[in-house]
């Protein structure tokens, strides 16, 4: 198969072109040698790349280029003869067959070799913008391989602009296909470019380096593959060094790597932990750096002697003061690290508690400050965490206020920050009788009452059991029972037909607390709806009702019920 005669009329890097082409097209056929012909097959890509970009260069009549796109031609008629034979099977031996495939391997690597020196040069420019073609959606897994060859080819050999264009055209795909993201790493050393491109002097190179490597990194599966090729060192070292741009997308690709414990030792053995927390310390940094710098602090915490190197920086404070930012992501990953950091150890706990933790988080919930609701639902439920498990860190937290703030919030709030306040006070209620005391001076009694016939059971529990709690103390007992229709609803939810009840057994138990007193006694005797605890006690639906009815039919109550009991 000559060169010349197969496509006559065409210069001779068309020719090369489209024989190298026939060639790609042919192989696909053949069953056997399957090894030697994928490296020829991988080569002759590589060629072909190197060849189409040559052709949207303004390089004249050069003669380098015109005499290797002659030898290119020769070499693509030989394999196309090799290809027919393994085809056909028609080979005389498999020794001569292996050793002709040999042959024509070493002259493609040499072809390839020297196109890649004549690019070197500089003898070849780009003297227009490239547009790749691009397989249409749906395109076959060879056609897919086939432009992402091509792609890296000209990364490897194009100057500054080529390089720039192929990895952007790249990224394009990885974003809307992720099967190129597959076809990318089978190809090879398309990863092993990409991280050396993450040390590139150009700007440009290392942006769009890290951008395409991000992406990939987004793949559970393929994560393994960026850490063995060495990634992280480079991310880092943008991280660190890099443009604004760059420094997103490392963060971004070693927010991804590190949801892996397994890769924190290799981000701190790098001096990433330095590098992002100097980030982080930065006042003139924006969310979209920051936001994933504290995602990567964050997945780091989990590994104790990092935890300890961050609390020696500092990281405390510095979260602190980025809880005050005006971005949300920052508000949200800052609290977010905070309670990674402090998350089952008590004396840092209490460090973010000491070095003003809650004063910011407070500050967020505060309502004359303009924050999200996203913001602000983090920063409760932060609250809870760092502060409930000691009883100096609630007596701190209510010092500053927190009881009001709750009580605007499930009067005031959206409904996700309703229940969460809900949530929250109703745990408050359980740490202290100073606490109890405090809600109850606040008019959370009433709050609660209103929630006992709300439509979700599990707020209508909520309520009950803070309810149960509260009236323990004496001073909210009294408050409770001075409003009639406080009793009145307790004792209607207890009717057994009620199907849209509470919980009677903190409905029970709240009750009981009320006989302690006797105005409490005499109202639930003289509601019209006492009999319920009869109907209750003699169904024998709770042992509990069984008691109230007992504690209220002694002495000299025992007449005035069985007259209101038994009218």
Request: include cysteine; aromatic fraction near 6%; glycine fraction near 8%.
């Amino acid at each position: 198969m000559g060169g010349g005669e197969q496509f006559p009329g065409v210069s001779g890097l068309r020719r090369a072109v489209e024989l190298i082409r026939a060639v790609l097209s042919l192989s696909l056929s053949i069953r056997v040698f399957a090894g030697k012909w994928k490296l020829i097959r991988a080569k002759l890509e590589e060629l072909h790349g190197g060849l189409i970009a040559a052709e949207s260069c303004d390089s004249g009549e050069n003669p380098s280029l015109s005499r290797l796109a002659a030898a290119a031609a020769d070499t693509a008629g030989e394999c196309h003869d090799l290809c027919r034979r393994c085809v056909d099977v028609s080979y005389s031996g498999k020794l001569l067959m292996q050793s002709d495939l040999d042959v024509a391997l070493t002259k493609l690597d040499a072809h390839a070799k020297r196109l890649s020196e004549i690019y070197k040069t500089g003898i070849l420019t780009n003297g227009f913008a490239l547009v790749v073609s691009k397989p249409s959606l749906g395109a076959s897994r060879e056609d897919m391989r086939f432009y992402v060859r091509d792609l890296t080819t000209r990364m490897k050999i194009g100057d500054l602009g080529m390089k720039q264009q192929a990895l952007r055209n790249l990224l394009e795909v990885v974003l809307e296909d992720e099967k190129y993201v597959k076809v990318m790493v089978d190809v090879g050393d398309v990863v092993h470019l990409l991280v050396g491109f993450l040390g590139s002097s150009e700007v440009e190179i290392q942006e769009e380096s890290a951008k395409v490597v991000s992406v990939v990194a987004g793949f559970d599966s393929y994560k393994g593959v960026l850490v063995t090729a060495g990634v992280i060192a480079p991310l880092v070292k943008v991280l660190d060094c890099g443009s604004e741009v760059g420094k997103v997308a490392s963060a971004r690709c070693l927010m991804k790597l590190t949801e892996n414990s397994d890769n924190a030792w290799c981000v701190s053995a790098h001096g990433g932990v330095s590098v992002l927390l100097k980030i982080c310390d930065r006042a003139d940094c924006g969310g979209d750096l920051v936001g994933p710098a504290c995602r990567v602090l964050r997945n780091l915490v989990g590994v104790e002697e990092i935890k300890r190197f961050m609390v020696d920086q500092g990281a405390v404070a510095t979260f602190i003061r980025l809880v005050r930012s005006k971005e949300e992501a920052i508000q949200v990953n800052s609290i977010g690290f905070l309670l990674s950091i402090a998350s089952g150890d008590e004396l840092v706990r209490q460090m973010v508690v000491r070095e003003g933790g809650v004063r910011a988080l407070l500050r967020v919930l505060d309502p004359k400050w303009s924050y999200s609701s996203k913001t602000r639902e983090v920063a409760m439920r932060a609250v809870e965490d760092l502060c409930f498990s000691s009883p100096s860190s609630v007596a701190v937290l209510m010092s500053y206020g927190f009881v009001d703030q709750l009580i605007y919030y499930v009067r005031n709030g959206e409904v996700s920050i309703q229940d969460l306040a809900l949530k929250v006070a109703t745990r408050l209620c359980g740490t202290s009788e100073e606490a109890k005391k405090a809600l109850g001076d606040a008019g959370f009694m009433q709050e609660f009452v209103k929630f006992l016939n709300a439509k979700s059971f599990e707020v209508r529990e909520m309520a009950a059991e803070a309810l149960s709690g509260m009236v323990m103390v004496p001073r909210n007992r009294k408050r409770f029972v001075q409003d009639d229709h406080n009793i009145s609803l307790l004792l209607q939810l207890l009717d057994p037909e009620e199907g849209n009840s509470g919980n009677k057994k903190f409905l029970i138990s709240i009750l009981m607390c009320l006989t302690n007193c006797n105005s409490g006694r005499k109202k639930i005797v003289g509601s019209g709806y006492a009999k319920n605890i009869e109907k209750l006690a003699e169904a024998e639906v709770s042992s509990d009702a069984k008691k109230l009815a007992k504690k209220l039919s002694t002495n000299r109550f025992r007449s005035m019920l069985s007259g209101i009991w038994h009218s």
